[in-house]
């Protein structure tokens, strides 16, 4: 069973699921997650591959999914620290108000609240948003070149893959490849034809999309518009 809802941190979603147990792949979508799962807290970082997960009937999750970027500002940690990896909060942040938080979520009744409380605190205590960092996104989801988008904010291209792995956990050009294949399993789930949804996500064709599919995630994008 899986259900979420939007957050009240912005552009997050809440999330909860109960395993059917067995192995499931979790997909990169630009995403970096705060989950409480077996008494604890994970921070699961930006993936750039499929991430095999195993649980047990029953394992409950509960998730705070924040948007891409935004995760590492919270945390003060570079999210190319994090790629591909799930590491408790507990060794990442040590400081006394995450171990309130910490104690507070492992008797909460609602701990999706806890995980947006805890996010809400931690951005107001910390740095301002990089206000580039949306932007970058957005501008990759519009198909922008890598050239583009260090243009438009006004930095040099290496410096914007720096600004990338730090922000994301990757460059611009594997972000752009997850938000875009993440744009067409959208349109598809909205009952747009492969060959259509690949030119609408910017796609050069439905073979370019196919291959694009296999290489991320190892799938077709066939089986992935089914799970």
Request: neutral net charge; aromatic residues 6%; contains cysteine.
């Amino acid at each position: 069973m899986y259900a979420e809802r939007r957050s009240v941190f912005p552009g997050a979603v809440v999330w909860q699921k109960t395993a059917a147990g067995g192995e499931a792949a979790i997909l990169p979508d630009g995403c970096m997650d705060l989950i409480w799962m077996d008494g604890d807290v994970v921070v699961a970082g930006p993936d750039s591959r499929p991430y095999l997960n195993h649980s047990r009937e029953g394992d409950r999750y509960v998730g705070l999914r924040c948007p891409p970027g935004t995760l590492p500002n919270l945390l003060a940690t570079p999210a190319e620290e994090l790629a591909n990896l799930r590491v408790p909060l507990a060794e990442v942040l040590t400081d006394r108000a995450t171990t309130d938080f910490l104690g507070r979520i492992a008797d909460a009744a609602d701990p999706g609240r806890v995980l947006e409380d805890f996010a809400r605190s931690r951005r107001i205590l910390g740095p301002p948003p990089d206000g580039r960092v949306p932007a970058i996104v957005r501008l990759l989801e519009q198909q922008a070149s890598v050239s583009e988008v260090a243009d438009r904010i006004g930095v040099g291209e290496r410096q914007l893959h720096r600004l990338c792995r730090r922000q994301f956990g990757y460059g611009p050009k594997m972000l752009a490849r997850i938000l875009r294949l993440q744009s067409a399993l959208g349109l598809a789930g909205a009952s747009i034809p492969a060959a259509q949804a690949a030119g609408m996500a910017g796609f050069a064709d439905q073979a370019h999309l196919i291959r694009e599919a296999h290489e991320l995630t190892g799938r077709t994008f066939g089986q992935l518009v089914t799970v």
